[in-house]
């Protein structure tokens, strides 16, 4: 049987739900924004998606997804992506650029 998944908020009134997509959305630019300069990194560093894949014990196709996908990816994935491709250095400058306050 599969397991019914029900979006954040759901059964909440629609007082806190609608608050609840702003900061979801946010949460899934800053995981693209991140992405996208693991990506830049993986490709500097001259490691293709098979490499990286064989790495994380998982398939090329995967990491492609990971890469080009609007999903909002787990953070303990791109925590594995990133020490592969990037290094301890520039996993914690991205988690310090994630934790700083915004300007509005």
Known sequence: MARQVYPIG????????????????????????????????????????AQVARKMGTSQPYIARLE???????LSTLLRYAAIVAGAAL??????ELESPRRR
Not at 25 to 35: E, F, P, Y
Not at 91 to 96: G, T
């Open 10 to 49: 759901y059964g909440l009134p629609e007082c806190v739900t609608s608050r609840v997509a702003p900061v979801q959305k946010r949460a899934t630019l800053d995981s693209r924004r991140v992405m996208e300069r693991l990506v830049k990194a993986r490709s500097a560093k001259g490691l293709t998606q």
């Open 68 to 74: 080009n996908s609007a999903n909002d990816p787990r």
């Open 91 to 96: 996993v914690a400058a991205i988690l310090s």
